[in-house]
């Protein structure tokens, strides 16, 4: 793997819970990060901006608990995510909070800023930044990122088009720094396949929504349980890029989401609404194509133990086919 070491020794199974507008909060990023896996949530979702110090105390102070406790099997990191778009007034302040907490990875959405990255490499944390295509991944290194989240198709909440396959492989021609996978990854087998593309971390997002941590309406746990790949609908309207969401949200918000109209990046406004009355994560639901795969709302705990039974599984598998 090419992930910097000792931050990513500690996991359990090589996976980045994504973070998830409303629904990630201190509580389900313990929990992911005490399972093994890397917990993460936006800075955003601590309202006021002075909870983001409270969160984080938490955070630090339960998984330091948990590690002296646990010796033999300590947390994996956690991460914050910060929206670099200019409609995010709070992101100076955020990223202030963060470099008192020394927070270990930190992961840019929606701009690539140079001074940002410069932020938390003085404070020894990594930076990686979601992109949609090759164009922005390479505007990212250059400013200064450490690792790259190809937002790939399929993925819930703000996505790409393009195919995993493609994505990667034109990725990995000239960059070798960490790559995490976003896009529809919800079993232990497409974990595996993550890896064989080339990437060295699967980017999980929607299958954290149907946990007994997840800060999410039960409604839309029950809707992720029930839903099909076939439920998703891709469109820019709720914040101005384009992204995917939940079938019935949009359709309890009184909208035909097979006639959506276009939506406008400058009108966005992060965390207080979109480009209708229907607020995107709060009324219309993001969600990845891979909600087939979750039957049902298990705890954190749990889930990952289902992941790293399958993970384990297709790997034998897939050995017993190279033979």
């Known amino acids: 793997m090419t992930l910097p070491s000792p931050l990513f020794d500690r996991l359990r199974l090589p996976v980045i819970g994504s973070p998830l507008f409303i629904v990630s909060g201190p509580e389900l990023v313990i929990a992911q990060c005490k399972a093994g896996i890397v917990g993460s949530f936006p800075a955003l979702n601590a309202r006021p901006q002075a909870q983001l110090d409270e969160w984080l105390h938490q955070i630090t102070e339960e998984l330091a608990a948990h590690n002296r406790a646990n010796p033999d099997r300590p947390a994996a990191p956690y991460a914050v995510n910060q929206i670099v778009h200019k409609s ?53 290194i250059e400013k200064g990122a450490d690792g790259l989240i190809p937002v790939a198709a399929g993925a819930g909440g703000h996505a790409g088009r393009l195919s995993p396959f493609a994505f990667v492989s034109e990725l990995r021609e000239w960059f070798d720094g960490p790559i995490a996978l976003s896009g ?46 076939s439920d998703i609908v891709y469109s820019n309207l709720f914040t101005g890029v384009h992204g995917n969401y939940l079938r019935g949200s949009i359709e309890r918000a009184g909208l ?52 790293e039974a399958e993970f384990n599984a297709a790997k034998a598998e897939l050995a017993a086919k190279l033979r």
């Open 184 to 229: 529809a990854i919800a079993t232990g087998r497409s974990i595996l396949a993550a890896l064989a593309v080339g990437a060295d971390l699967a980017y999980i997002g929607t299958p954290w929504v149907a946990t007994k941590e997840a800060n999410a309406d039960p409604n839309y746990k029950q809707g992720i349980v029930e839903g099909r790949a």
């Open 88 to 140: 995010n007034d709070r992101l100076d302040a955020d990223v202030a909070t963060c470099a008192k907490w020394q927070v270990p990875i930190t992961i840019t959405s929606l701009g690539a800023r140079e001074d940002l990255n410069q932020a938390v490499h003085s404070w020894g944390g990594i930076a990686l930044h979601d992109v949609i295509d090759d164009r922005f991944a390479r505007k990212a």
């Open 256 to 307: 035909d989401p097979d006639n959506l109209p276009e939506g406008d990046l400058k009108t966005m406004n992060f965390g207080s609404g979109g480009n209708t009355k229907a607020k995107a994560w709060k009324d219309i639901w993001g969600s990845g194509q891979g909600i087939g795969a979750v039957t049902a709302v298990d705890s954190v705990a749990d889930r990952v133990d289902r992941l």
